[in-house]
């Protein structure tokens, strides 16, 4: 620590501190562009220049360190003098266009030239005008307002890990932007819009739709992915969400959110919103009041139970729904002695369900990700299936730990990786087993029951050593299973594999599961084999997967479009379609939906609802609703503690949400876990006879994941939001005949579907990647299984 | 199945079939650049070598050549889109057979600079920036070239030219091809 003096006040700074973090730290303002604490010190806007004793010139806050005995004056004549030279400096090229301008009332440079600027400009020559650019379907541009402060650059080159926006050009003709025509397409672009502190980069959904000083701020989280961003929700007239931003959260997501979190509100009002309860009646829809509709649940569940037991009801809801709607739900169905009860709907192998852990976890928190050493991801897309999870990993690889990946495409992770595995999903396990095997000669350890045999025919290659000594060597290090392991059709094998090398290397296993309440719907109990708190049920039930094969009579779904959301989307839709009767707990109607849907009751979706979210780490995060529900929606716990008293269900008389979060707590108030699990030997791994079989890889696309983020137009119009194609490297298409852009037909298990095919070398070899979660995909059959593809 | 090993500090391993607009002699000439400095700061080489690559393409250069000198010094393409714009000796479109550079910055701004472009203008009919119609000339105002003590100055191919007045660039001009 060092003493030093700003402004008159005796402070202690940490040694090597930049003069604006202490003084930032001491609450003394200095006026800055381009400082950014998450970012480089780039020192190029000379906004913060302050008077230091001794020194000649004034030196910029945010490029000088504190000495002992610095004495700083930040609001010294010869400082505000300093300060008020560059304000004109910067005001010469810029438009003054604030009244037009959608940063008006939240502008950096507007507030700052309000303290430094001068009524009238020295200046007679014309200002410069920048061509705007055009950067996708999120990012608005004005670049004229640009006064080159870099914080964009810097975020892409240092953050989002990919450099796309540069400055180009030299002095009066520098610009930003991306120089040849091009979107941006990091994951985390929207934070720029923050970043930018004047309105050459503002949001683009949001476009002239309100003013700053309309808007009301409130907090919430965003339910996407199992992060749990903390979001702040500017609302409009006290009833409209118009933007999202990022609420700081050093622990969670620092100062950023992905695009997914930012943009995904826009689906609150897409023209699909289900506004009132819907009942069909002889084959048509007509919009009824809550009673009738409630009363149409009630006959139309008991009936079937009457008629064919309770265990012919099934009840599905989606990870995204709150830990109250999850709690809610299957209590309610217990109590009615229905126990088929899941929200696991993209899962394929629920073999080891009864070993699993309390809650599958990440098993660590999540700033710790950027602590490790070594990680191995399993299955997983990180970049884009949890993009801040994926940016801590970033600041560990560009660190120099070790990031390496078994996955069946070569995802470009845009940072630093170690060593890779691309190879088909089936061959998972020959590569887990692979590194198992040479961490047991490394380590030299006992193999446990059985490991001996199930490995025999195993090789072990240069890249099973290299990962395991990586994992062994780093002293923090984890092995990370994604949702395409979580959810395989080997997925107990490839967890028992994944175990054993992390406890052969000392390593943490975690989760980075699917959906931002997938932790917590496993506390909840919406699991047919555990009631809340993880405790065993009474009597298990069947699980997602076997609720739709054995076709129901009756469902029940809270949230959830199974017919895209299931692994088994045609099974789904045929099971969802045959049923006698369909309750619908939903935000949205989809023309599907109404197909097989009875009575559709309209719940509040996310921001509209007081709701509680538990993310990978285990933080229970709570938040009140931020707007009222639209129309004639209700939020979901608030239906279903209605459902629960017309079924004359004990236990329903919650006043609030709270009341229901309370009796949630105290019943996982001892739940402890750990993902470790007992050993139990999976069946032996013979050489990879099946090597020539061609597998489905079912990557949930970038924006599919759930009903928001399908409906939410701007995300859709993006890069990431790929359409349903047929993707194969080239050495596979040659061999089928395909040609990149033509149409083929893919067939699996009875079902067909005939879409463009994309070459794609990231794809590894037998294998073809067709995102799911997707409409025109969802008439393809099980993910995982075999297929065969010809051209049309 | 496809595994690859990297190094710590992963180089892109370029494919072959990926370079193939600039030439193997101009590859060559790069090669002896990157030499010159840590494995690990190839791109220090970007200056050279987009000079060489200019040079083969007849005097200016193209996204396509900087997209591929990009991964060929493992560096982002705006990354080299910033280099090649900021500097004035790098040309982005077709340029006459001379290029003549002249220095507008302070101190030749001071000697009367201003002069010898406007006599220059008057005299090819073209502004700043534009070629002759007959392709032989190309007119470009650039930042201080270090000779401030010869100012008025210009640069034309390689040859600085200093203490200029109208006659004597008439007279420079008039010898050239
Ligand atoms: S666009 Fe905004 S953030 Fe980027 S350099 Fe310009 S002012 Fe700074
Ligand atoms: S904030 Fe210090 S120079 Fe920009
Ligand atoms: S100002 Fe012209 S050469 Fe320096």
Same mark, same amino acid.
């Given at each position: 620590?060092?003493?030093?003096?700003?402004?008159?006040?005796?402070?202690?700074?940490?040694?090597?501190?930049?003069?604006?973090?202490?003084?930032?730290?001491?609450?003394?303002?200095?006026?800055?562009?381009?400082?950014?604490?998450?970012?480089?010190?780039?020192?190029?806007?000379?906004?913060?220049?302050?008077?230091?004793?001794?020194?000649?010139?004034?030196?910029?806050?945010?490029?000088?360190?504190?000495?002992?005995?610095?004495?700083?004056?930040?609001?010294?004549?010869?400082?505000?003098?300093?300060?008020?030279?560059?304000?004109?400096?910067?005001?010469?090229?810029?438009? /003054?266009?604030?009244?037009?301008?959608?940063?008006?009332?939240?502008?950096?440079?507007?507030?700052?030239?309000?303290?430094?600027?001068?009524?009238?400009?020295?200046?007679?020559?014309?200002?410069?005008?920048?061509?705007?650019?055009?950067?996708?379907?999120?990012?608005?541009?004005?670049?004229?307002?640009?006064?080159?402060?870099?914080? =964009?650059?810097?975020?892409?080159? !240092?953050?989002?890990?990919?450099?796309?926006?540069?400055?180009?050009?030299?002095?009066?003709?520098?610009?930003?932007?991306?120089?040849?025509?091009?979107?941006?397409?990091?994951?985390?672009?929207?934070?720029?819009?923050?970043?930018?502190?004047?309105?050459?980069?503002?949001?683009?959904?949001?476009?002239?739709?309100?003013?700053?000083?309309?808007?009301?701020?409130?907090?919430?989280?965003?339910?996407?992915?199992?992060?749990?961003?903390?979001?702040?929700?500017?609302?409009?007239?006290?009833?409209?969400?118009?933007?999202?931003?990022?609420?700081?959260?050093?622990?969670?997501?620092?100062?950023?959110?992905?695009?997914?979190?930012?943009?995904?509100?826009?689906?609150?009002?897409?023209?699909?919103?289900?506004?009132?309860?819907?009942?069909?009646?002889?084959?048509?829809?007509? !919009?009824?009041?809550?009673?009738?509709?409630?009363?149409?649940?009630?006959?139309?569940?008991?009936?079937?139970?009457?008629?064919?037991?309770?265990?012919?009801?099934?009840?599905?809801?989606?990870?995204?729904?709150?830990?109250?709607?999850?709690? /809610?739900?299957?209590?309610?169905?217990?109590?009615?002695?229905?126990?088929?009860?899941?929200?696991?709907?993209?899962?394929?192998?629920?073999?080891?369900?009864?070993?699993?852990?309390?809650?599958?976890?990440?098993?660590?928190?999540?700033?710790?990700?950027?602590?490790?050493?070594?990680?191995?991801?399993? +299955?997983?897309?990180?970049?884009?299936?949890?993009?801040?999870?994926?940016?801590?990993?970033?600041?560990?690889?560009?660190?120099?730990?070790?990031?390496?990946?078994?996955?069946?495409?070569?995802?470009?992770?845009?940072?630093?990786?170690?060593?890779?595995?691309?190879?088909?999903?089936?061959?998972?396990?020959?590569?887990?087993?692979?590194?198992?095997?040479?961490?047991?000669?490394?380590?030299?350890?006992?193999?446990?029951? +059985?490991?001996?045999?199930?490995?025999?025919?195993?090789?072990?290659?240069?890249?099973?050593?290299?990962?395991?000594?990586?994992?062994?060597?780093?002293?923090?290090?984890?092995?990370?299973?994604?949702?395409?392991?979580?959810?395989?059709?080997?997925?107990?094998?490839?967890?028992?594999? *994944?175990?054993?090398?992390?406890?052969?290397?000392?390593?943490?296993?975690?989760?980075?599961?699917?959906?931002?309440?997938?932790?917590?719907?496993?506390?909840?109990?919406?699991?047919?084999?555990?009631?809340?708190?993880?405790?065993?049920?009474?009597?298990?039930?069947?699980?997602?997967?076997?609720?739709?094969?054995?076709?129901?009579?009756?469902?029940?779904?809270?949230?959830?479009?199974?017919?895209?959301?299931?692994?088994?989307?045609?099974?789904?839709?045929?099971?969802?379609?045959?049923?006698?009767?369909?309750?619908?707990?939903?935000?949205?109607?989809?023309?599907?939906?109404?197909?097989?849907?009875?009575?559709?009751?309209?719940?509040?979706?996310?921001?509209?609802?007081?709701?509680?979210?538990?993310?990978?780490?285990?933080?229970?995060?709570?938040?009140?609703?931020?707007?009222?529900?639209?129309?004639?929606?209700?939020?979901?716990?608030?239906? /279903?503690?209605?459902?629960?008293?017309?079924?004359?269900?004990?236990?329903?008389?919650?006043?609030?949400?709270?009341?229901?979060?309370?009796?949630?707590?105290?019943?996982?108030?001892? =739940?402890?876990?750990?993902?470790?699990?007992?050993?139990?030997?999976?069946?032996?791994?013979?050489?990879?006879?099946?090597?020539?079989?061609?597998?489905?890889?079912?990557?949930?696309?970038?924006?599919?994941?759930?009903?928001?983020?399908?409906?939410?137009?701007?995300?859709?119009?993006?890069?990431?939001?790929?359409?349903?194609?047929?993707?194969?490297?080239? *050495?596979?298409?040659?061999?089928?005949?395909?040609?990149?852009?033509?149409? *083929?037909?893919?067939?699996?298990?009875?079902?067909?579907?005939?879409?463009?095919?994309?070459?794609?070398?990231?794809?590894?070899?037998?294998?073809?990647?067709?995102?799911?979660?997707?409409?025109?995909?969802?008439?393809?059959?099980?993910?995982?299984?075999?297929?065969?593809?010809?051209?049309? | 199945?496809?595994?690859?090993?990297?190094?710590?500090?992963?180089?892109?391993?370029?494919?072959?079939?990926?370079?193939?607009?600039?030439?193997?002699?101009?590859?060559?000439?790069?090669?002896?650049?990157?030499?010159?400095?840590?494995?690990?700061?190839?791109?220090?080489?970007?200056?050279?070598?987009?000079?060489?690559?200019?040079?083969?393409?007849?005097?200016?250069?193209?996204?396509?050549?900087?997209? !591929?000198?990009?991964?060929?010094?493992?560096?982002?393409?705006?990354?080299?889109? !910033?280099?090649?714009?900021?500097?004035?000796?790098?040309?982005?479109?077709?340029?006459?057979?001379?290029?003549?550079?002249?220095?507008?910055?302070?101190? =030749?701004?001071?000697?009367?600079?201003?002069?010898?472009?406007?006599?220059?203008?008057?005299?090819?009919?073209?502004?700043?920036?534009?070629?002759?119609?007959?392709?032989?000339?190309?007119?470009?105002?650039?930042?201080?070239? +270090?000779?401030?003590?010869?100012?008025?100055?210009?640069?034309?191919?390689?040859?600085?030219?200093?203490?200029?007045?109208?006659?004597?660039?008439?007279?420079?001009?008039?010898?050239?091809?």
């Amino acid at each position: 620590m060092v003493s030093i003096e700003i402004d008159g006040k005796k402070i202690q700074a940490r040694d090597g501190a930049l003069v604006i973090e202490a003084a930032d730290d001491a609450g003394v303002y200095i006026p800055r562009f381009c400082y950014h604490k998450k970012l480089s010190i780039a020192a190029n806007c000379r906004m913060c220049l302050i008077e230091v004793e001794k020194a000649a010139k004034p030196l910029p806050a945010c490029a000088t360190p504190v000495t002992d005995g610095m004495v700083i004056f930040t609001k010294s004549p010869k400082a505000i003098d300093a300060q008020k030279g560059v304000m004109e400096f910067l005001l010469i090229n810029h438009p /003054l266009d604030c009244p037009i301008c959608d940063q008006g009332g939240e502008c950096e440079l507007q507030d700052i030239a309000m303290g430094y600027g001068s009524d009238v400009s020295k200046f007679t020559e014309k200002k410069r005008v920048v061509k705007d650019k055009n950067l996708g379907p999120l990012i608005a541009t004005d670049m004229t307002r640009c006064i080159h402060c870099t914080r =964009c650059v810097r975020f892409g080159a !240092e953050v989002a890990g990919v450099r796309e926006l540069g400055a180009t050009g030299r002095g009066e003709h520098t610009e930003i932007g991306t120089y040849i025509t091009s979107n941006v397409s990091s994951e985390m672009s929207g934070n720029v819009i923050d970043l930018c502190p004047v309105g050459a980069l503002t949001s683009k959904p949001f476009r002239f739709s309100a003013r700053a000083w309309e808007l009301v701020e409130r907090d919430t989280i965003a339910p996407h992915d199992c992060i749990g961003s903390n979001l702040k929700v500017h609302v409009c007239n006290g009833r409209e969400v118009v933007r999202v931003v990022p609420r700081e959260n050093e622990a969670i997501n620092e100062t950023w959110i992905s695009d997914r979190d930012r943009f995904s509100y826009e689906a609150l009002y897409s023209d699909d919103r289900l506004k009132t309860p819907m009942l069909k009646e002889n084959g048509a829809w007509r !919009e009824v009041d809550w009673e009738t509709a409630l009363q149409a649940v009630i006959v139309g569940i008991n009936k079937t139970i009457t008629d064919s037991g309770a265990d012919r009801v099934g009840a599905l809801a989606a990870p995204t729904s709150t830990l109250e709607e999850l709690y /809610l739900m299957q209590k309610l169905m217990r109590q009615m002695g229905v126990n088929n009860i899941d929200h696991r709907l993209r899962q394929l192998d629920f073999s080891d369900q009864q070993q699993a852990p309390v809650f599958p976890w990440l098993g660590q928190p999540i700033n710790n990700l950027e602590n490790n050493n070594a990680v191995l991801l399993i +299955g997983s897309n990180v970049r884009k299936d949890q993009p801040i999870a994926a940016h801590r990993l970033r600041k560990a690889g560009v660190r120099g730990s070790k990031i390496m990946t078994l996955n069946a495409v070569d995802y470009d992770f845009y940072m630093p990786i170690m060593a890779k595995i691309i190879t088909s999903p089936m061959d998972y396990k020959h590569q887990l087993a692979g590194i198992a095997k040479a961490l047991l000669a490394q380590t030299k350890q006992p193999a446990p029951n +059985g490991f001996e045999k199930l490995v025999s025919k195993v090789k072990i290659t240069a890249s099973h050593q290299a990962i395991a000594s990586a994992l062994v060597e780093g002293s923090v290090s984890s092995v990370l299973l994604g949702p395409q392991a979580i959810n395989h059709p080997e997925a107990s094998t490839l967890r028992m594999l *994944a175990q054993l090398i992390t406890l052969l290397s000392q390593s943490q296993l975690g989760y980075l599961s699917e959906a931002g309440n997938s932790v917590g719907a496993w506390m909840a109990g919406m699991l047919p084999h555990r009631v809340a708190g993880g405790k065993d049920a009474d009597k298990t039930g069947l699980n997602a997967l076997e609720m739709l094969h054995k076709g129901l009579r009756a469902y029940v779904l809270l949230g959830v479009e199974p017919e895209i959301e299931s692994a088994e989307s045609v099974i789904a839709s045929r099971a969802l379609n045959d049923a006698d009767f369909v309750v619908s707990l939903t935000s949205f109607s989809s023309e599907a939906m109404r197909q097989y849907a009875d009575v559709m009751l309209p719940i509040a979706p996310f921001a509209e609802t007081s709701a509680t979210f538990i993310n990978a780490e285990g933080q229970w995060q709570s938040v009140a609703g931020v707007v009222p529900p639209l129309g004639e929606t209700r939020p979901a716990w608030k239906v /279903l503690r209605v459902l629960g008293n017309l079924f004359g269900c004990s236990g329903f008389d919650y006043i609030t949400s709270d009341d229901v979060l309370t009796e949630v707590k105290q019943l996982t108030k001892d =739940c402890q876990t750990d993902n470790t699990v007992v050993w139990c030997c999976p069946a032996p791994i013979t050489t990879n006879s099946n090597a020539d079989i061609l597998v489905r890889i079912a990557e949930v696309q970038m924006y599919a994941g759930d009903s928001l983020q399908r409906r939410a137009q701007a995300l859709q119009n993006t890069h990431d939001a790929d359409f349903a194609a047929i993707r194969i490297n080239k *050495a596979c298409a040659k061999k089928f005949g395909l040609k990149d852009g033509v149409k *083929a037909t893919a067939a699996q298990n009875g079902t067909e579907i005939t879409l463009p095919v994309v070459v794609d070398d990231n794809v590894s070899d037998n294998s073809v990647l067709i995102h799911c979660g997707l409409r025109d995909s969802a008439a393809l059959s099980t993910d995982f299984t075999p297929i065969s593809i010809r051209p049309v | 199945m496809r595994t690859t090993k990297l190094e710590k500090k992963p180089v892109e391993v370029v494919n072959n079939s990926d370079l193939m607009l600039i030439s193997k002699q101009s590859y060559a000439a790069i090669d002896k650049w990157i030499a010159k400095y840590h494995p690990e700061n190839r791109q220090a080489a970007v200056i050279p070598a987009l000079h060489i690559v200019q040079e083969e393409n007849g005097g200016h250069l193209t996204i396509a050549l900087m997209d !591929e000198l990009a991964l060929y010094l493992n560096m982002p393409t705006i990354a080299v889109y !910033e280099v090649a714009s900021f500097y004035s000796m790098f040309e982005h479109k077709p340029i006459g057979k001379h290029k003549v550079s002249i220095c507008t910055n302070i101190s =030749c701004m001071l000697r009367g600079s201003e002069e010898i472009v406007e006599h220059l203008k008057k005299k090819f009919a073209i502004n700043l920036g534009e070629t002759t119609t007959d392709g032989k000339f190309t007119v470009k105002e650039v930042e201080c070239l +270090g000779a401030c003590v010869g100012a008025p100055m210009c640069l034309i191919g390689r040859e600085y030219h200093e203490y200029l007045t109208p006659e004597k660039i008439d007279a420079i001009l008039e010898k050239l091809e």
